[in-house]
């Protein structure tokens, strides 16, 4: 376990905003009197707000959503601001030391509790009831997420679940129409298991289920687990009755448990032990699944199982590939999917609080989410304007039904507690020995177990 401390506390990061925004008024102030010679202008300025997202995709959808805002907005204009995800968090919070940070921004679950108890986030409960918005509109769920205590630090944008892509005509060839129903239990596999030996294939054509099939050659593997919470074993935990943690904003973790264990058995022996596992060694650093999506392209991989913000690029395979999708199977407790979704957060430093809530408003609002979802950039969070995403992808002969099959079931929200951001990165680090078979299941979910509650220890100081 590292000893380092990356997240700031609310005290630590309290002090350093307030050294910085002590230069800053001082030095706007100076600026002013040189530019003008008095301390105030008596014309209106026109506000500009910044608006940071890590997505370029979206940032197609989202600049037409704000153009119509900005019309119907003549006194604010938007820039857009794009942050790779992988820098995201770090940038806005050294932003928001140095008093720069955007006026709206995208938050991602991990780093959400966070930045609510460092005071990043302003918390909107009171503009949401002035302005008399409907929540109700919205997946309850979404509006969990984003609450602490009661109070709500954004309105629910939009959502996704954990399914099977696969490819229509790789089935066709194989022979094998898509199932329903499946189930999976720790013992025997349920339904689940013979399905998967119906889809992985040798170097010679022959299929797990029939004789002679060489698990020495194999070309076409069922499927892989991603060493990741979300896209990967964050789903089968629940199935058997585990989690990550007890319930949102607890402060301990889970994952040593007896059912988690069951559930890794089954998922990293049991299925490698069948042959229809790809070896996780060829799913990406840590197995953590960075490497799936190109098996899947490559045939490599027959059931690509993550969250449909890869639809588009997976449209974009190219001849033979049709895209369908299948729910995960159902374990012992239920079929569950991990349920996550963004929200717009408005920066508590925003020299523009109305304008950037007005902002804020209108990405959480109808019209907003009717562009984005009509368009196939996102699953809207209003509930009723789901039929967008999915006629909009039909349209294009990608069939993404489960993932809303899988909204309208049961769904286990992404773990959101303090330091959940830096202890994903950990769990990965201390899973990775499991996933590669160099560290026995206990032993790995002990570890990652005792840094999780490291992490939730020390942003709670």
């Known amino acids: 376990m590292s000893g380092r401390r990356p997240w700031m506390t609310r005290r630590e990061l309290l002090q350093a905003v307030g050294a910085a925004a ?46 119509e805002f900005t019309a119907a907005h003549p ?107 499946l189930t999976w239990n720790p013992h025997d596999g349920g339904s689940f298991l013979p399905f998967l030996r119906q889809i992985t294939v040798d170097g010679n054509g022959r299929k797990a289920s029939e004789a002679r099939f060489d698990p020495g050659n194999i070309k076409t593997y069922a499927l892989g687990v991603p060493n990741d919470p979300q896209s990967g074993y964050g789903s089968w935990l629940p199935d058997n009755g585990g989690n990550i943690i007890p319930r949102p904003y607890a402060k301990h ?108 408003k209108w990405l959480g609002g109808e019209r907003s989410q009717t562009i984005m979802g009509s368009q196939g950039y996102i699953w809207p969070a209003i509930e009723k304007l789901d039929p967008l995403f999915l006629n909009f992808w ?8 489960a993932f809303l099959e899988a909204a309208h079931g049961k769904t286990v929200l992404y773990p959101v507690t303090l330091g959940m951001g830096e202890a994903v990165t950990d769990f990965a680090t201390q899973l990775g020995p499991m996933f590669f078979g160099t560290k026995s299941i206990p032993q790995a979910l002990s570890d990652a177990q005792q840094v999780g509650n490291y992490r939730i220890l020390t942003s709670s100081q």
């Open 75 to 181: 006194n604010i204009s938007v820039t857009i601001q794009q942050i790779p995800y992988s820098s995201f968090e770090p940038k806005i919070t050294s932003a928001y030391i140095s008093g720069n940070a955007p006026d709206l921004f995208w938050v991602n679950t991990p780093f959400l509790a966070n930045w609510i108890e460092q005071g990043l986030a302003a918390d909107v409960t009171d503009r949401i009831k002035a302005d008399n918005i409907d929540l109700s509109i919205y997946y309850p769920s979404l509006v969990q997420l984003h609450q602490r205590h009661g109070r709500l630090y954004g309105l629910p944008k939009d959502w996704d679940t954990i399914t099977f892509y696969y490819n229509r005509n790789l089935f066709k060839k194989l022979g094998v129409q898509p199932p329903r129903g």
């Open 253 to 360: 973790v889970i994952l040593d448990s007896p059912q988690n264990q069951q559930t890794f058995n089954f998922l990293l022996n049991t299925l490698a032990e069948e042959h229809v596992l790809v070896p996780p060694q060829q799913m990406g650093p840590n197995g953590d699944g960075s490497n799936a999506q190109v098996l899947f392209a490559e045939g490599r991989l027959a059931l690509y199982m993550t969250g449909d913000w890869n639809t588009s690029s997976l449209s974009q395979l190219g001849t033979g590939f049709e895209i369908g999708t299948i729910r995960l199977p159902a374990g012992p407790q239920g079929n569950y999917s991990v349920f996550n979704g963004l929200t717009d957060v408005i920066n508590t430093q925003t020299p523009h609080p109305d304008e950037t809530w007005e902002l804020a």
């Open 394 to 401: 039909r349209k294009k002969n990608v069939d993404v039904a």
């Open 22 to 67: 002590g230069a800053t008024a001082l030095a706007g102030c100076s600026d002013a009197a040189a530019r003008w010679g008095f301390s105030g202008n008596p014309v209106k300025a026109k506000t500009n707000l910044t608006y940071a997202l890590w997505d370029g995709y979206q940032q197609v959808g989202y600049q037409k959503s704000v153009d």
